[in-house]
């Protein structure tokens, strides 16, 4: 496990899964009909327990790239701070391994309670898990 710190805040753009886990891959690829790869873009999960379920989104950030955003996305932000993560190589071979990441990265005590799980897809082969800590 490591800790990883995010400089500033990050703008996101979001598709909610319909359900979880069954409506994760749903939500991507209707995400990625919508924008798809490109220089610039950065593909995201995120997911937090909402009213005893999760809550799953697939976002886009689109850094400094003036894009049109479609409406019907919602707005979400990724806070700066600190991070407890994992990098998962070649995801594809193994999805349960994110779950089993997030498991083991929740166990740590400097969670923020109010946080949520984050997963940067580096690539389309590795994908980087991660949980917001508590701010120092």
């Known amino acids: 496990m490591d800790t990883v710190m995010l400089e500033s805040d990050t703008i996101v753009f979001c598709v909610n899964a319909k359900s979880f886990p069954e409506g994760v891959q749903e939500a991507h690829q209707s995400l990625h009909a919508k924008y798809p790869p490109a220089p610039g873009r950065q593909y995201y999960g995120i997911s937090y327990l909402y009213e005893g379920e999760i809550n799953y989104k697939a976002a886009v950030g689109f850094g400094d790239l003036a894009e049109d955003i479609s409406p019907d996305l919602e707005k979400f932000v ?4 600190k991070y407890a ?40 082969n590795d994908v980087r898990c991660l949980v917001k800590l508590k701010d120092d």
């Open 85 to 124: 993560g994992k990098v998962i190589r070649n995801f594809m071979e193994d999805i349960p391994a994110i779950g089993r990441a997030f498991r083991d990265l929740l166990k740590d005590v400097r969670i923020d309670p109010n946080g949520y799980c984050l997963e940067e897809y580096i690539n389309f």
């Open 78 to 81: 990724i806070r700066k701070g």
